[in-house]
């Protein structure tokens, strides 16, 4: 047990890690996310098809294929970044579309009759999406893109096998280094993915539940 | 929400004329993009003063006539298939297992399930497959395995769940009332219908399933990506790594496409040939993952006992 708690520094080290590849790759995967699905839904039919073809390719490749281009590939054609960059760049590429199509199904999910209504009591196009549609969709994506942002945290940890020391590599590392302590140090490991993918499950669980009923 | 059409009026010629535009400015742009990228990947580069021929020069594509590289990429495929396969059958197994017990009237069968159940969907894959690789020393085959088994077990376990949940109650009813036990009731009448009804799903779940074999790269299984990349890449020097990765990519694409359609496909087919009246179409697109979601959370709230998370 003390010999555990003498590497809770290390432990928290790379979880840290693992913590700033979360929110930063988070944030650029909704952003990135979010501008795919306006093009998904758009009236410009190239953007539409550039979309889809998007969301289609990156969803069916390999995370590991994907950190193989940026940390092999891409060095090799000249890109010389530093492998915890590269790991934002593969982590946002994978997660954008499954944002995209998060909020699409939102949007998708909200009744044609809603906007049928709002349009024969006479609002605008302006008035329309914004004071009946958008309010109604937003609620019914954040579920699913909590759920997008679990499966990120778990992914982070394929960014252990490509260089960046974060929470799985620190583990490995520590369990090489450690053999007589190896269950301890994976549970505690697995401990700490716990502690951020099970309380938002929940809450997803939760929001997900309150708003199906309601609907 | 579909089409967006009633959001405004009918577009004018005028109207129409504009998007088209702009349809057409947004596609060269996006062509324009897509041509520059294959320019310079194929522009010749000099790194340290060596002149390196560009990427689709023939220098770095000629292995690929040679047959043997060829059955060396298909041991690759074939090991990834192996492992899925494996992985597949032993995660539906389990997943209908845990389905059952996840859905068992007896309150200290169904809340510890539930717990393992969190405590495997919210581990990343990685994790469990070092896990039994250190502790169980399985070797690298079976520590993908068996961590892909207990991950999408859960996941499938929870999809058949919903899939009961969703039944009308009037099945159960009907098997109880011509004297089937429950557990006859279960297997013979509402499994049965459940697994239909979810097949979409789960095959959209064993797509991940597949793509998460790659895993195997990271704790030394020789799947397609390390065996292509790692094993050929460094036989035939890093001269070859961009086509290596070129031919990866395409042979993934290319199973992942057609299993992704194939659920799809599956999809409309049970959606139009299903039940009427009910709750509705209940798949609607089972390679989106907001769709699992959904299903559990009606899945939830359908079960009785308010202790069922």
Do not use: C
């Not at chain 2, 002149?51 to 690929?64: E, K, T």
């Not at chain 2, 290596?244 to 194939?262: C, E, K, P, Q, R």
């Amino acid at each position: 047990m003390e010999q555990l708690w003498s590497l809770m520094p290390t432990f928290l080290e790379g979880f840290r890690v693992t913590l700033i590849l979360l929110a930063v790759s988070g944030v650029s995967a909704l952003v990135l996310g979010t501008l795919i699905a306006a093009m998904r839904i758009s009236p410009v039919g190239a953007l539409r098809v550039f979309a889809a073809f998007w969301t289609e390719i990156a969803r069916n490749t390999p995370l590991t294929l994907v950190f193989i281009f940026t940390a092999f590939v891409m060095p090799m054609l000249g890109v010389r970044l530093p492998y915890l960059i590269l790991a934002f760049i593969a982590l946002t590429y994978y997660t954008s579309p499954f944002v995209a199509e998060a909020l699409r199904s939102g949007i998708n999910g909200v009744p044609v009759g809603q906007a049928e209504a709002a349009r024969s009591i006479g609002l605008g196009f302006g008035q329309t999406v914004s004071l009946v549609v958008l309010p109604q969709a937003f609620r019914m994506t954040i579920p699913p893109l909590i759920n997008v942002f679990i499966a990120l945290t778990k992914n982070t940890s394929v960014a252990g096998g490509f260089f960046v020391v974060e929470l799985f590599a620190t583990t490995r590392q520590l369990a090489n280094d450690n053999g007589n302590i190896v269950i301890q140090i994976l549970l505690t490991a697995a401990a700490l993915y716990l502690v951020i993918t099970v309380p938002l499950g929940f809450l997803a669980g939760q929001l997900e539940k309150r708003w199906v009923v309601r609907r | 929400m579909t089409g967006a059409s009633v959001l405004f009026d009918a577009p004018g010629p005028r109207a129409r004329r504009l998007s088209l535009i702009f349809s057409i400015v947004a596609g060269l742009l996006i062509l324009g993009a897509a041509v520059w990228v294959i320019m310079t990947l194929a522009a010749p580069r000099t790194s340290g003063g060596i002149n390196l021929p560009g990427m689709f020069d023939g220098s770095r594509w000629n292995i690929f006539t040679d047959p043997a590289v060829w059955g060396f990429i298909a041991e690759g495929i074939v090991a990834t298939l192996q492992a899925a396969a494996v992985a597949a059958v032993g995660a539906i197994a389990l997943g209908i297992l845990l389905s059952l017990l996840r859905s068992s009237l007896i309150p200290w069968v169904r809340i510890p399930t539930a717990w393992v159940i969190e405590f495997f969907r919210g581990m990343p894959v990685l994790l469990m497959m070092l896990f039994i690789l250190l502790v169980a020393s399985t070797g690298a085959f079976w520590a993908v395995v068996i961590a892909l088994i207990l991950y999408n077990g859960t996941l499938i376990g929870e999809i058949l769940r919903a899939g009961l949940a969703a039944l009308p109650k009037g099945q159960r009813e009907a098997a109880l009332s011509v004297g089937m036990r429950e557990f006859q009731s279960k297997m013979l009448v509402e499994f049965p219908q459940a697994f239909r009804q979810m097949l979409p799903i789960i095959v959209a779940q064993l797509v991940v399933l597949l793509k998460d074999t790659s895993l195997g790269y990271i704790v030394g299984y020789n799947e397609i990506i390390r065996n292509n990349i790692n094993n050929l890449g460094s036989f035939y020097g890093n001269r070859y790594l961009f086509s290596l990765f070129v031919v990866t990519l395409a042979i993934y694409l290319t199973i992942n496409l057609l299993l992704s359609w194939f659920a799809r496909w599956l999809a409309r087919r049970t959606a139009s040939g299903g039940r009427k009246g009910g709750r509705g179409r209940f798949v609607e697109d089972p390679t989106n993952p907001a769709t699992l979601l959904h299903v559990e959370a009606k899945a939830d709230t359908a079960s009785e006992g308010p202790d069922a998370r």
